[in-house]
T-cell receptor, first 115, second 113 residues
Framework: DAGVTQSPTHLIKTRGQQVTLRCSPK?????VSWYQQALGQGPQFIFQ???????QRGNFPDRFSGHQFPNYSSELNVNALLLGDSALYLC??????????????FGEGSRLTVL | GEDVEQSLFLSVREGDSSVINCTYT??????LYWYKQEPGAGLQLLTY?????DMKQDQRLTVLLNKKDKHLSLRIADTQTGDSAIYFC?????????????FGGGTRVLVKP
C-alpha cells in the first residue's frame, strides 16, 4: 500500500514564475492538507481540501491556491513566486468522514527553490 | 489561537532514555501528535494521543500527557543512533480533526555513541 506520494521532489523556479505541486493521498484517505516548511522551522498549514472544496485555510495569500480531484489527489499552485516561497512543501492525508481516527500521514515533500 | 512550544535541542547517549517535551495552549479536546523528520525527508508519524488519555505506550515510545499543565512528553527508551532527527509536536482540535495541525518548532535530538 503506497503512502502519501508527492511530485516533483525538487524544483527550481525564478521570481515571478508559477509552480504546481502534486499529491496523491494514502489509499482510503479522502482529505488532503498542504503545509509549508521553511528551513529550520515547523510546518505551517496552508489549506485543506475535502470533497473537492477548500475547507480551511491558514494565513497564506491568494497566490496560494489548490484543487482536489474526484480521485482525492490534489494540486497546490503558487503564482508570482517570491524568494520567500522557497521551502519544503508537505502534503498530508487523512479521513474526514464518519469516525475520525486522528491519523495524519505526510509525504516526503517537494522542495522548491526560488532564485 | 493555538500555540505549541518545544525545546530546541537534546543530546543523549546511545542506550539512554530520551525525553522530549512540548507545551500547548488549546483548551478544547484535541489530538496531540509526535512526528519525526530526518534530514531532507518528510514527516514520519510516530504516535498520537487523544487529550482524554494520560499515557500511551508503543514499543520504545511512551507518550505522557499532563492535561492540567497542557504538557506533552515523548520518551524514547534505549535510544539508538537512528533516533537522531528532529521531533515535532503538533495538535489539532478534535472538532476539526484532520484539518489544521499546529506544529511546534521542533526539537533536534542528537544521539552520541
Amino acid at each position: 500500500d503506497a503512502g502519501v506520494t508527492q511530485s516533483p521532489t525538487h524544483l527550481i523556479k525564478t521570481r515571478g514564475q508559477q509552480v504546481t505541486l502534486r499529491c496523491s493521498p494514502k489509499s482510503g484517505h479522502d482529505t488532503v492538507s498542504w503545509y509549508q516548511q521553511a528551513l529550520g522551522q515547523g510546518p505551517q498549514f496552508i489549506f485543506q481540501y475535502y470533497e473537492e472544496e477548500e475547507r480551511q485555510r491558514g494565513n497564506f495569500p491568494d497566490r496560494f491556491s489548490g484543487h482536489q480531484f474526484p480521485n482525492y489527489s490534489s494540486e497546490l499552485n503558487v503564482n508570482a513566486l517570491l524568494l520567500g516561497d522557497s521551502a519544503l512543501y508537505l502534503c498530508a492525508s487523512g479521513f474526514n468522514r464518519g469516525v475520525n481516527t486522528g491519523e495524519l500521514f505526510f509525504g516526503e515533500g517537494s522542495r522548491l527553490t526560488v532564485l | 489561537g493555538e500555540d505549541v512550544e518545544q525545546s530546541l535541542f537534546l543530546s543523549v547517549r546511545e542506550g539512554d532514555s530520551s525525553v522530549i517535551n512540548c507545551t500547548y495552549t488549546d483548551s478544547s479536546s484535541t489530538y496531540l501528535y509526535w512526528y519525526k523528520q530526518e534530514p531532507g525527508a518528510g514527516l514520519q508519524l510516530l504516535t498520537y494521543i487523544f487529550s482524554n488519555m494520560d499515557m500511551k505506550q508503543d514499543q520504545r515510545l511512551t507518550v505522557l500527557l499532563n492535561k492540567k499543565d497542557k504538557h506533552l512528553s515523548l520518551r524514547i527508551a534505549d535510544t539508538q543512533t537512528g533516533d537522531s532527527a528532529i521531533y515535532f509536536c503538533a495538535e489539532t482540535p478534535i472538532k476539526a480533526a484532520g484539518n489544521k495541525l499546529t506544529f511546534g518548532g521542533g526539537t533536534r535530538v542528537l544521539v552520541k555513541p
